[in-house]
Antibody
Framework: EVQVVESGGGLVHPGGSLRLSCSTSGFTFSKFWMHWIRQTPGKGLMWISGIDDDGESRKYADSVKGRFTISRDNVDSTVSLEMINLRVDDTGLFYC?????????????WGQGTLVAVSS | DIVMTQSPDSLAVSLGERASINCKSSQSLLFSPTNRNYLTWYQQRPGQPPKLLIY???TREFGVSDRFSGSGSGTEFTLTINNLQAEDVAIYYCQQSYVTPLTFGGGTRVDIK
């Protein structure tokens, strides 16, 4: 059974930091790109960051560049998002998402999300 | 960034009828070397994460009902739900994976009339 489980969310003041973690099982983690996607009632779904299968390529949304760092551990099948200098508009439900495509098919696995609230 | 525009924002359809959702991208999602459109459709029910329905614009995910179909190419795409059922009440999103940043449409809410 595929499992994607996020943790680490919480309430933090503007300027504060959080580290989100995502633990996975049930699929070949080392073949998947891993992404963090945020959902808010007002702005819908927004891609935040992604890391390729071997961790060599890391991508970020412009709004988080220099503040967020994505990393992965292919031994433990985990991915993390280190967030510093948080802003009010970083608030939302953060999903960890595994994505894979080959020549014949694609697979996506979403977690249930972890809530990040940035407020004074 | 590629802008994804969905229409309508919401629609109400009678049980057993057809629902159609449109999605336009600000640039082509057709990747010539693979001849595939990098357009994905998701369904999100209340309290749940998005669920993959269709990828490559028209390939149905394993286990998804054949009442769901995707069509289109380039910059214009459509998700069609035939014979609408109560369990299809949800918000539907399109998303491009042609290039990062991955971007999403604003969503279309489907309800029963």
């Amino acid at each position: 059974e595929v499992q994607v489980v996020e943790s680490g969310g919480g309430l933090v003041h503007p300027g504060g930091s959080l580290r989100l973690s995502c633990s996975t099982s049930g699929f070949t983690f080392s073949k998947f790109w891993m992404h963090w996607i945020r959902q808010t009632p007002g702005k819908g779904l927004m891609w935040i960051s992604g890391i390729d299968d071997d961790g060599e390529s890391r991508k970020y949304a412009d709004s988080v560049k220099g503040r967020f760092t994505i990393s992965r551990d292919n031994v433990d099948s985990t991915v993390s998002l280190e967030m510093i200098n948080l802003r009010v508009d970083d608030t939302g439900l953060f999903y960890c998402v595994a994505m894979f495509c080959d020549e014949t098919a694609c697979a996506h696995h979403w977690g249930q999300g972890t809530l990040v609230a940035v407020s004074s | 960034d590629i802008v994804m525009t969905q229409s309508p924002d919401s629609l109400a359809v009678s049980l057993g009828e057809r629902a159609s959702i449109n999605c336009k991208s600000s640039q082509s999602l057709l990747f010539s070397p693979t001849n595939r459109n990098y357009l994905t459709w998701y369904q999100q029910r209340p309290g749940q994460p998005p669920k993959l329905l269709i990828y490559w614009a028209s390939t149905r995910e394993f286990g998804v009902s054949d009442r769901f179909s995707g069509s289109g190419s380039g910059t214009e795409f459509t998700l069609t739900i035939n014979n609408l059922q109560a369990e299809d009440v949800a918000i539907y999103y399109c998303q491009q994976s042609y290039v990062t940043p991955l971007t999403f449409g604003g969503g279309t809410r489907v309800d029963i009339k």
